[in-house]
């Protein structure tokens, strides 16, 4: 193994009052990442390009060097879920979210307050898929916590927009009322793409609203999650640049499937189920157990592959959530296991480091944002007194870039 590519998912920050005007980066006590600081070169990136907002989706497939329009969220999200596609069905990610009603559209929650059991969401979903009827076939797969994937069977446009406009075409914006979908162009089958998915919406948000599972949250004082958001409509197969000679580490769907259509040999492992009410208690399972199995796929096929990719996505809901400690509390576990684990394993094995973030996540702003992520790329130099942060890394010998240029810069692909 020549060099291991490490993303800590939403890892950027601004400078958060509870901590002292620190990022979480900053704040953090990460001496095994220092170390590799140390004994390398530091930067910074704009994941797509200045000025751009982008989706986790648009980061990834930008760092990886491929064009923007060459895949979508939907599809991705989908592949990786499992979900056999034929070209011309359309794919979409979807959210368990919680509105007051279809009537007055207002947005109480984008995730249903981020305790929606395992359990529920099969339930339903199962209800979703029973009960709706429409002039074609769909499945709706729920996946992660409040997360799912949704597809209609058939030759659909996927010049739509979706209902989430969060985030839009790099921009991020405030959206506190529901949206329908809307096709994009004059051709007949985006406007019955559009009716579809949208009478879909309405048909679910009837059954949801009234399911009696969220009668019961309601009982229990949670958020009813009674409406479903999508975003990132797709009918194409991905067309990715190929990664032959690498592993990667993904358990999410969108890094399953992207990492299966970019060539590299997945390893991935089931997330725990939120089987209770604690989400951050789930995503703390699921970082334990994305440390432990990556440090383990890497011992085991490092002789094997030139390249690996590790995404750890846990470091992205803090910052979603305005949880500055959270987050730095994260990152210190990482460093105490991951990266501790890293700081023995690479040297000998002469193997580079690179560490980044797909975007970031301030806190404060409780979204993404167009700032600048740090990279750190050990590469075993002359030691020199640095911690890894935001700031320093504005300042590193690495410079700026844009993050189809860090691969090449670095020196993990040509």
């Known amino acids: 193994m020549k060099g291991i590519f490490v993303i800590l998912d939403g890892m950027g920050d601004l400078p958060c009052k509870q901590l002292n005007e620190k990022t979480p980066l900053e704040a953090a006590d990460t001496p095994n990442l220092d170390f590799l600081a140390t004994r390398g070169e530091m930067g910074y990136m704009y994941p797509v390009k200045p000025g751009f907002v982008p989706e986790s989706d648009e980061a990834i497939v930008s760092i990886f060097g491929s064009n923007l329009i060459s895949s979508t969220r939907g599809q991705l999200e989908a592949r990786?879920?499992?979900?056999?596609?034929?070209?011309?069905?359309?794919?979409?990610?979807?959210?368990?979210?919680?509105?007051?009603?279809?009537?007055?559209?207002?947005?109480?929650?984008?995730?249903?307050?981020?305790?929606?059991?395992?359990?529920?969401?099969?339930?339903?979903?199962?209800?979703?898929?029973?009960?709706?009827?429409?002039?074609?076939?769909?499945?709706?797969?729920?996946t992660i916590q409040h997360r799912g994937v949704l597809v209609f069977r058939g030759g659909f446009s996927d010049n739509i927009s979706g209902n989430d406009l969060t985030y839009t075409q790099g921009k991020s914006q405030a959206v506190d009322k529901v949206r329908f979908c809307k096709p994009l162009d004059d051709d007949e089958n985006s406007q019955y793409t559009a009716n579809i998915v949208n009478e879909f919406i309405e048909k679910a948000y009837e059954i949801l609203d009234k399911h009696p599972v969220n009668e019961e949250r309601r009982r229990r004082g949670l958020m009813p999650a009674n409406f479903l958001f999508v975003r990132g409509a797709g009918i194409e197969v991905p067309k990715l640049k190929q990664y032959k000679k690498w592993l990667s580490v993904a358990y999410m769907p969108l890094e399953i499937g992207f990492t299966r259509h970019s060539g590299?040999?997945?390893?991935?492992?089931?997330y725990p189920k939120l089987k209770k009410l604690d989400s951050y208690g789930n995503l703390w399972e699921g970082l334990k157990k994305a440390c432990t199995f990556?440090?383990?796929?890497?011992?085991?096929?490092?002789?094997?592959?030139?390249?690996?990719?590790?995404?750890?996505?846990?470091?992205?809901?803090?910052?979603?959530?305005?949880?500055?400690?959270?987050?730095?509390?994260?990152?210190?576990?990482?460093d105490k296991t991951f990266f501790n684990f890293l700081r023995k394993f690479a040297p000998p094995n002469k193997i580079k480091v690179v560490v980044t973030a797909d975007h970031t996540t301030p806190c404060k702003l409780k979204h993404h944002s167009a700032d600048p992520v740090p990279v750190l790329f050990y590469n075993d130099s002359v030691p020199k007194e640095k911690k890894f942060s935001e700031k320093e890394a504005r300042k590193g010998s690495l410079g700026g870039m844009l993050g189809n240029e860090l691969l090449k810069k670095v020196g993990f692909v040509r």
């Open 264 to 270: 590299m040999k997945v390893f991935s492992f089931d």
């Open 80 to 142: 990786g879920t499992d979900i056999k596609l034929t070209r011309g069905d359309l794919a979409l990610r979807a959210n368990f979210a919680t509105i007051d009603s279809l009537e007055k559209r207002n947005i109480l929650d984008r995730r249903a307050g981020r305790t929606l059991t395992t359990l529920e969401a099969g339930i339903l979903a199962k209800a979703l898929n029973n009960k709706i009827k429409l002039p074609c076939k769909f499945i709706f797969e729920p």
């Open 294 to 334: 990556s440090i383990k796929a890497l011992k085991k096929n490092h002789k094997k592959v030139d390249y690996a990719y590790i995404h750890l996505k846990e470091t992205d809901t803090p910052g979603h959530d305005n949880k500055p400690v959270e987050k730095k509390l994260m990152l210190e576990y990482i």
